[in-house]
């Protein structure tokens, strides 16, 4: 009779904590959607804090995407690996060699153009980092910077394969390489999503209302957006009815260089 209680008591006790689990999940779901709401990609940011298990604070929110993009751009490596290694055999076939002889040193120039950019791109995730975890308000500023440039690098990469895809590329291998850049683009924008949505003093309810901005905004933004109508000094449009099609190119004609070489972006641009 006793064995029999005891068993009764457990198998209530399980059943409260399988409650208990369900509706922490429920709760955690339904703050992990209200936080993602605003973001570019609400459904993959969502699910990427839900698969994390992150708190409950916007800032640790942002780590945890942070953190999970650096995790994913450390794979690439995985990619141009195999790109290279496919393009390569490919390009000393006997048709590629009549067509351009050079064609597999500028394979490995274009391959290694792109591993550059993920190189520049993944030490901008980790300066945002680091930012995060040590004062995110005081550094509020430098990581929006610092996201945005790693999300530029990123495009850029994308860019850069296609642009220099030939004729005999692996249509598979491409695939995946733009299926990558896509994936880690979009846990960027997220991130950065985030952070704008950060408020830069302990107090989220300030009443602002009274001001024409809020007093995080410079005077050089204030003026900026006072400004009426602004010219952009580059617009960015796939269709062609801009200066570039691609963000490659006008980082290369802003900085006057390569990327790798340190770019630095127009003060105003355009993107369609």
């Not at 609400?42 to 929110?61: F, Q």
């Not at 590629?96 to 500028?106: D, G, H, Q, R």
Request: glycine share 4%.
């Amino acid at each position: 009779m006793r064995t029999q209680k005891l068993v009764i008591t457990f198998s209530v006790l399980a059943c409260a904590l399988t409650l208990v689990s369900m509706s922490d999940a429920v709760v955690g779901g339904h703050l992990a959607h209200d936080e993602c709401s605003l973001t570019r990609y609400p459904n993959l940011c969502a699910e990427t804090l839900m698969e994390l298990g992150s708190g409950n604070h916007n800032v640790d929110n942002v780590v945890a995407l942070v953190n999970k993009t650096i995790f994913e751009t450390n794979l690439p490596s995985s990619y141009f690996a195999e790109f290279r290694t496919e393009d390569a055999h490919l390009a000393h076939s006997v048709v590629a060699e009549k067509i351009n002889p050079n064609f597999t040193l500028e394979l490995s120039l274009n391959t290694n153009y792109c591993e550059e950019l993920m190189s520049m791109s993944l030490k901008r995730l980790d300066q945002s980092l680091r930012a995060l975890t040590s004062s995110p308000r005081r550094n509020y500023h430098d990581i929006q910077t610092w996201l945005s440039a790693s999300l530029t690098f990123q495009q850029s990469c994308k860019d850069h394969v296609h642009a220099h895809t030939t004729v005999f590329s692996a249509d598979n291998l491409l695939q995946k390489m733009f299926n990558k850049m896509d994936y880690l683009s979009q846990l960027g924008s997220n991130s950065l999503a985030l952070v704008n949505m950060m408020s830069t003093t302990s107090n989220h309810k300030l009443n602002e209302k009274e001001q024409e901005f809020p007093h995080w905004v410079s005077t050089k933004g204030r003026k900026l957006l006072q400004g009426g109508t602004i010219k952009a000094n580059a617009v960015v449009a796939q269709d062609g009815s801009g200066n570039y099609k691609t963000v490659s190119e006008a980082i290369e004609a802003a900085s006057g260089a390569s990327v790798a070489k340190g770019a630095s972006m127009p003060d105003t641009a355009t993107f369609s």
